[in-house]
């Protein structure tokens, strides 16, 4: 029989500071850490709230405990922040959800991040999740794939324009939002003074006008006649009866700040007794914190 052979072994990995160790996909706690939940709410009048719901091992109870955290975010898309405290061990999950029907998907932006301290000098980078949720759709890890603000379907949204003056439609882009602009229709109603009136588009960046385009051919007295954008399309290429188009940039971006106006009082005249009336336009809408 063949003599036996002493084997030796390399030293085993130093211990992961948790005593829980059932699978890789969790995050050892140290007892120090904690998680800050940031979230955003773009929808104009609905207030909603987010809920994290987490599972971790704890060192010091020797079992799985839960956490949960309510966050309430208000309307309007002003940053909200909130801070979950954490135990010695391991994070193990992290759910986040959203109690609020009435505010629609897209509308609400969160993150989880975890963290070292309260301040930001002590925040070691580790996003746990971060995305949009919504009432049938919670973002989850382990799980889901980390989104920016600017992934996802958006919002779409139908929004009046402001008369700036008799002559001239304006929309304005508000702080912390991305629009891609879809279409919209404007009517112009014209009076019984005689002569040509000309619509066009525009749109204002920082004060300088980025994009112009006529509408073709110009509207006579005595007419009701809708606009409507036609990205990609030359105005002439329409002949109008009722709706006229107004060529437009595709898949166009505006970011906050950014003027769409429709006017009718260059080049052309536009009477005492001209009217806009019928203004909706359509975007789809992102929160953008830039």
């Known amino acids: 029989m063949a003599a036996s052979t002493e084997r030796t072994f390399p030293a085993l990995a130093p211990r992961v ?3 829980f160790r059932a699978s890789l996909l969790q995050i050892p706690l140290f007892g120090d850490e904690n998680l800050l939940i940031q979230g955003a709410n773009i929808h104009p009048t609905t207030p909603a709230t987010v809920v994290v719901v987490g599972r971790l091992w704890s060192d010091a109870r020797r079992e799985i405990v839960m956490f949960r955290e ?3 975010l208000p309307a309007g898309g002003a940053t909200t922040n909130k801070f979950s405290v954490l135990e010695r061990g391991a994070l193990l999950s992290v759910r986040v959800s959203m109690d609020t029907v009435a505010v629609p998907h897209g509308n609400t932006w969160t993150r989880v991040l975890l963290m070292k301290g309260f301040t930001g000098e002590l925040t070691f980078g580790s996003c746990v999740v971060q995305g949009y949720p919504s009432f049938f759709n919670d973002i989850a890890w382990p799980g889901s794939p980390i989104q920016t603000v600017l ?4 919002v779409i949204r139908y929004l009046p324009f402001v008369q700036f003056s008799p002559s001239i439609l304006t929309v304005t882009v508000p702080t912390h939002r991305r629009w891609r602009v879809l279409t919209c229709v404007v009517v112009l109603i014209t009076d019984a003074n005689l002569g040509a009136r000309l ?7 920082a004060g300088s006008t980025v994009f112009g385009a006529d509408a073709s051919p110009t509207q006579a007295n005595n007419q009701t006649r809708g606009y ?6 030359n105005a002439s290429a329409v002949v109008p009866t009722i709706y006229q188009g107004l060529p437009f940039v595709p898949d166009l971006e505006l970011v906050a700040g950014d003027v769409l106006q429709i006017r009718a009082d260059q080049g052309a005249i536009f009477s005492a007794g001209d009217l806009f009336a019928g203004q909706v336009l359509t975007v789809r809408e992102w929160f953008d914190p830039q």
């Open 199 to 205: 619509v066009q588009v525009e749109v204002v960046h």
């Open 228 to 233: 409507s954008l036609i990205p990609g399309l």
């Open 17 to 19: 500071p948790s005593e």
């Open 151 to 154: 992934d996802g379907p958006g």
């Open 70 to 72: 309510q966050v309430d």
